[in-house]
Nanobody, 125 residues
Framework: VQLQASGGGLVQAGGSLKLSCTASARTFTEYPMGWFRQAPGEEREFVAAVSRTGRNIKYVDSVKGRFTIDRYSKNTVYLQMNNLKPEDTAVYYC????????????????????WGPGTQLTVSS
């Protein structure tokens, strides 16, 4: 499965940005997907994830109330990011877990089977 992520960029603190992640057209089965991020010198960390049905969602505490993950279609997931803070600066990666469980979503890097290439988000203060 190949993933394509886009939407990163430079934004001022308090601003908004939307990331998108699309799985390859050969993915006929909906899979749970998630967003992770990695700041310089830091480990990749979980940000948000959605189950294959879109009904189960989880966020890391630091983004709750600011970020929204949305399963737009079978193969596309968005991450709407509002009220951005400088500490949100990182390379954002979307990941897919090839698990056919309706309630499952990836929350650790080890859960992810396919990664997108990463998109840089920089939030200036």
């Amino acid at each position: 499965v190949q993933l394509q992520a886009s939407g990163g960029g430079l934004v001022q603190a308090g601003g908004s940005l939307k990331l998108s992640c699309t799985a390859s057209a050969r993915t006929f089965t909906e899979y749970p997907m998630g967003w992770f991020r990695q700041a310089p010198g830091e480990e990749r960390e979980f940000v948000a994830a959605v189950s294959r049905t879109g009904r189960n969602i989880k966020y890391v505490d630091s983004v709750k109330g600011r970020f929204t993950i949305d399963r737009y279609s079978k193969n596309t997931v968005y991450l709407q990011m509002n009220n951005l803070k400088p500490e949100d600066t990182a390379v954002y990666y979307c990941g897919l877990a090839q698990v056919e469980n309706n309630r499952y979503f990836p929350t650790k890097s080890a859960d992810v089977d396919s990664w997108g290439p990463g998109t840089q988000l920089t939030v200036s203060s």
